[in-house]
């Protein structure tokens, strides 16, 4: 009988899947590797990217994608990757055009990152820390 994935878990897949292809899709718009003071992007749908951004989303996707299958894996990656991207929001809202001069940023990646961070942050914490079992009763 297969059990229902946890919050964390869910969040792990979904977001793994969507990132992987983004990465993927990005480079479509954009496949340069600027950096330092000459960050550019490209447009992609309305968020900007380029070749880091593109290998950061890939990255990420299958990370999450390694570890949704696993409990405490879906939970640590929900949980971590919602605080690095709390983190990367924050330095986007404040320098407004890269975070850590690799990745272009735009006010519409900033709200989406904001909006990634919260639900890993809110998938794990909503999610056991590992997988229980009720005991089976005759």
Known sequence: MSRP???????????????????ILGFIADSSFGSGSDVEGSDFIIFEVNGWHNLVHIASGVLGL????????????ALGFGAVYLA??????????????????????????LAISLAGIAAGLASPTRRTTTPRTA
Request: aromatic share 14%; charged share 10%.
């Open 5 to 23: 994935m946890t919050p964390a878990q869910l969040y792990a897949l979904v977001f793994g899947v969507t990132l992987a292809a983004v990465g």
């Open 88 to 113: 990367v929001t924050i330095w986007g809202f404040v320098d407004g055009d890269s975070v850590l001069w690799l990745l272009p940023v735009d006010m519409a990646d900033n709200w989406l990152h």
């Open 66 to 77: 390694a570890l949704f299958r696993s409990v405490s894996g879906a939970r640590a990656y």
